[in-house]
């Protein structure tokens, strides 16, 4: 089965510095992944994506994710972290070897970014 | 206009009340989707239109009830609920059912008494 890790359940960064939030994956063939925000009391925000090609994926917000096959991770990056990118932050993969066809989305556990002035 | 809406943004029902929540979007997607939240926590899926068909049901009691009366209106039908359904609930539509992103409302605080 499809599965999603993020192993921090928060991260802490000083506003200017350089922000990761990670997310590794587990799939039965090629990955669909996902990365969405969710500021307090509100629904997710798509970020990226990728699905194929370049490696470096770049997305809303100046967040850009990293797709690393052989380490099988899709880590969410940003240069120079604000205070307003405080929030919760889930990566996701469809799940394209259930009974659902692949068109079930499966979330992982958040990460919530802290950022501090 | 990317955006889906979502009513009530909060509600507060008894056990045995009857109530619905509605979902609207008008980018012209064919999929639609609800999502259950409790706090902390990802989003778990509960129902998955197609093109006003329902396509998934992730095995969820009969209590709720989805309709989906046009391609840019989902409703999800609340009766006898217990207090442990109280959570945040979230729709979603993509173009297609698929690889497609899926864009999500501000979603319904819901409260069971």
């Known amino acids: 089965a499809q599965s999603v890790a993020q192993p921090e359940d928060q991260v802490n960064v000083a506003e200017g510095n350089p922000l990761t939030v990670k997310c590794t994956y587990s799939?039965?063939?090629?990955?669909?992944l996902f990365w969405y925000v969710q500021y307090p009391n509100r629904g997710l925000q798509f970020l990226l994506k990728y699905i194929t090609g370049d490696n470096l994926v770049k997305g809303s917000y100046g967040f850009e994710a990293e797709f690393n096959k052989s380490q099988t991770s899709f880590h969410l990056k940003k240069p120079s972290a604000l205070v307003s990118d405080s929030a919760l932050y889930f990566c996701?993969?469809?799940?394209?070897?259930?009974?659902?066809?692949?068109?079930?989305?499966?979330f992982g556990a958040g990460t919530r970014l802290f950022v501090k002035a | 206009d990317t955006e889906v809406t979502q009513t009530p943004k909060h509600l507060v029902m008894g056990m045995t009340n009857k109530k619905s929540l509605k979902c609207e979007q008008h980018m012209g997607h064919r999929a639609m989707y609800w999502y259950k939240q409790k706090a902390k926590k990802p989003p778990e899926l509960m129902f998955v239109y197609s093109y006003e068909k329902l396509s998934i049901n992730e095995s969820v009691p009969s209590r709720f009830s989805p309709e989906c009366p046009n391609s840019s209106l989902l409703n999800l039908h609340l009766h006898a609920l217990q207090p442990e359904d109280s959570a945040l609930y979230l729709c979603a539509s993509s173009q297609v059912l698929g690889f497609d992103t899926q864009y999500f409302g501000p979603g319904t605080r819901l409260t069971v008494l």
């Open positions: 996701a993969v469809r799940d394209m070897a259930g009974n659902t066809g692949g068109f079930k989305t499966i």
């Open positions: 799939v039965s063939g090629n990955p669909y």
